[in-house]
């Protein structure tokens, strides 16, 4: 029979050390008397071996103790106490991870030193559960990333300072950013675009640093994402400095920078700002015509307007994307609209009112055409302009909305559909029928889909959800 097994091993093994020096016994004179072989004995004081009840009964008759004196939980003196919680430190799988070698802490190492190798333990522990205390982490990160560019009015100037200097370097003179323009950029910067067929799955292109390869996927310009935006969105980051991310405020700061920038080029501002202005005169602003323009995507011409729209015209605006079922995938506010968000602040995830434009549109005859709609709520009435895009993991619709007052500088602004939501008052769509409370209360059982990205922890140095083996030996194939 061996130890309990809530005795801890390394503890136990400093307490034998302490009480067999205290009587100024060697391992071998230990061994000699207990019948067992020092090199035996030295395994149990170091914590690597599960002493037998029958040994431990032997070792404290040796040692003239209780074995109660062996087992207690304590350690024995401050100093075993750090050598104990070293090597339960040194024990951890992200130690192990690193790949340094172990530190034995004999009579050598000054205790200074040894309480600095835990401090530096403790700190590495803080820093990898902060890395991973997944999804509050992002969530809280991604609120605060939000309020940043609520107080900017999302628009960013040196961001626009540094697309107008590239569009400059490349004679960009006129309208949208041609495929010829983003070529000329990524070579102005030093880069060469290779399409390959077998770009690693969880990434949307991948960066030879040593070479300056950009590599992108060989997919149609209609399914996923635009090839041109993410070419610029990777040029963001080197065009702006970022380096790797430190934790999730900052890859998410980095990507919301990256897609700035390459709305940026793909939209420049001084001639969306001339088209937008144009449009506001007929009382006719639409994000049909930005897209179709610059022939984007209507989500980037959504965002696009919302860089714009406040710096440059005064008008308060809110962005939401939903998913069919309802869930808020990605949205923004200056406008003072009282998004759905937990007690953190957060609101991807939240379901939207079922009475809003983003929920309704869904229901609607022809979804996928022009829609509008007023909606009366707890914080005063908006407009809303939406449209739907399916994806492969499902529809989304993407909705810009502004106040009531604002309504008449946009097209679809007279419209009459209505409608009023008194969220968050669970009555207004929260709580179901009380008739189908009654019939179905205790007599279901739902099982949540969870979306696995929201769990995944940032490694130091990487970025969530891309696999780094992948890209490493993608990189190495291209290489070679």
Not at 88 to 102: C, D, M, N, T
Not at 196 to 224: C, E, F, M, W
Request: with cysteine.
């Amino acid at each position: 029979m061996t130890a309990s097994p809530d005795v801890d091993l390394v503890t136990l093994g400093q307490r034998l050390r302490h009480l067999r020096r205290a009587k100024n016994m060697t391992l071998e004179q230990l061994s000699a008397v207990v019948g067992r072989a020092p090199s035996q004995l030295s395994l149990i004081e170091n914590g690597k071996r599960e002493p037998k009840i029958g040994v431990l009964q032997a070792i404290a008759g040796a040692l003239g103790v209780q074995m109660q004196d062996l087992l207690r939980p304590e350690a024995p003196s401050r100093r075993a106490k750090l050598e104990i919680d070293l090597a339960h430190f040194q024990r951890e799988p992200a130690y192990a991870a690193l790949g340094l070698p172990v530190v034995r802490p004999g009579r050598r190492l000054p205790s200074d030193a040894l309480e600095s190798l835990i401090g530096l333990h403790r700190e590495l522990g803080r820093l990898l559960r902060e890395q991973s205390a997944t999804p509050e982490v992002a969530r809280r990160a991604n609120q605060q990333l939000r309020e940043q560019m609520r107080e900017r009015d999302n628009y960013f100037a040196d961001i626009e300072q540094a697309a107008a200097t590239v569009l400059q370097s490349v004679k960009h003179t006129t309208g949208p950013l041609s495929q010829r323009g983003i070529l000329d950029i990524a070579a102005h910067l030093g880069f060469t675009l290779h399409y390959v067929p077998d770009l690693p799955g969880s990434t949307r292109s991948v960066t030879d640093l040593r070479h300056n390869r950009i590599y992108l996927p060989q997919v149609a310009s209609n399914k996923g994402h635009d090839p041109r935006a993410v070419v610029l969105q990777t040029l963001g980051h080197f065009v702006l400095g970022h380096n790797d991310p430190a934790d999730y405020g900052d890859f998410l700061r980095q990507r919301v920078e990256a897609n700035y920038f390459a709305a940026a080029l793909l939209m420049p501002e001084k001639f969306a700002v001339q088209f937008l202005r144009a449009a506001r005169a007929d009382r006719a602003l639409a994000i049909d015509d930005l897209r179709d323009a610059f022939g984007v995507s209507y989500e980037t011409a959504a965002h696009r307007f919302t860089n714009l729209a406040t710096h440059h015209f005064g008008i308060p605006v809110h962005f939401v994307r939903v998913h069919e079922s309802g869930t808020v995938y990605k949205a923004y506010e200056n406008d003072n609209v009282r998004f759905p968000a937990d007690v953190t602040g957060a609101i991807e995830g939240q379901p939207v009112c079922r009475h809003w434009a983003s929920r309704t549109v869904f229901q609607a005859t022809d979804p996928y055409s022009s829609f509008y709609q007023f909606t009366d709520t707890v914080g005063g009435t908006y407009w809303c302009t939406v449209h739907v895009e399916s994806t492969r993991s499902g529809e989304f619709s993407v909705t810009v909305g502004t106040p009531y007052e604002h309504a008449r500088w946009f097209r679809g602004g007279d419209t009459t559909r209505r409608t009023v939501s008194r969220c968050p008052d669970p009555s207004c769509c929260r709580r179901p029928p009380a008739g189908l409370v009654d019939r179905w209360s205790g007599q279901s059982w739902p099982s949540a889909r969870v979306h696995s990205h929201l769990l995944a922890a940032l490694p130091p140095g990487t970025f969530p959800g891309v696999d780094a083996q992948d890209v490493y030996e993608f990189l190495e194939r291209r290489a070679t």
